[in-house]
């Protein structure tokens, strides 16, 4: 059964934090790790990570994929309250729909 | 482009009501998916179509059932409604042909069931 699996469930932190969000799996067929944050409504793509691109950055978020491992981490640095969301890590090995994990909620406090 | 609209936004059903969550893309994207979020539970694929025509199961069909008859649209049925089928619904498309990953979601259907 594949499963992906999201550490810490919750966390808060105070602004100018740096945070790791952590996302482990095991899947048949691996394709692409993707992650998205979800604020009121729908989830908005921030990375997906491959085989060969297995490093992604923008602005104060990067992330890498350690196929080794079977995990992927989501760095924040320098917090800022609008990085409150839910973080979801999902993961593709079918083409067409995607595996989600259950998610980090991340709360940062001013 | 309006992206995935998905009607209604709001719903209230009771136990045994049957209803139809509507899903259209205008992107013409191949592939379109349906999932629920429930707190604490991430999103759960509920069926899925590669294609006008083609529909599979994914993680928690029962319930639900889906058709596919145009590239578009890809609305979800609720049978006879449950309390356990109270839940934000979300409908997603993406592209099979250039396929970066990236899955675009509809704003998301509350659905209660009492």
């Known amino acids: 059964e594949d499963k992906v699996v999201q550490s810490p469930l919750s966390l808060v932190v105070h602004e100018g934090d740096t945070v790791t969000l952590n996302c482990s799996y095991e899947?048949?067929?691996?394709?692409?790790l993707l992650w998205y944050k979800q604020e009121k409504k729908a989830p908005t793509f921030l990375f997906m990570l491959t085989s060969s691109g297995i490093e992604k950055k923008s602005g104060r978020l990067s992330s890498i994929l350690d196929k080794k491992e079977l995990s992927s981490i989501l760095n924040i640095t320098a917090t800022q309250t609008g990085d409150s969301a839910i973080y979801l890590c999902a993961v593709d090995n079918s083409g067409y729909a995607l595996n989600f994990g259950k998610g980090t909620s991340l709360l940062v406090t001013p | 482009n309006a992206g995935v609209t998905q009607t209604p936004k709001f719903q209230v059903l009771k136990t045994g009501q049957s209803m139809t969550l509507q899903c259209a893309q205008d992107?013409?994207?191949?592939?379109m998916s349906w999932y629920r979020q429930d707190p604490g539970m991430g999103l759960r694929l509920i069926h899925y179509?590669?294609?006008?025509?083609?529909?599979d199961q994914g993680e928690v069909p029962n319930g639900y059932n889906v058709s596919r008859s145009t590239t578009e649209d890809f609305p979800l049925r609720l049978l006879s409604a449950a309390p356990s089928q109270t839940s934000v619904y979300f409908c997603a498309s993406t592209s099979g042909g250039s396929y970066t990953g990236e899955l675009f979601f509809g704003e998301g259907s509350r659905l209660t069931v009492l």
């Open positions: 992107m013409n994207h191949e592939y």
């Open positions: 179509s590669v294609g006008a025509g083609i529909t």
């Open positions: 899947v048949t067929n691996f394709r692409s």
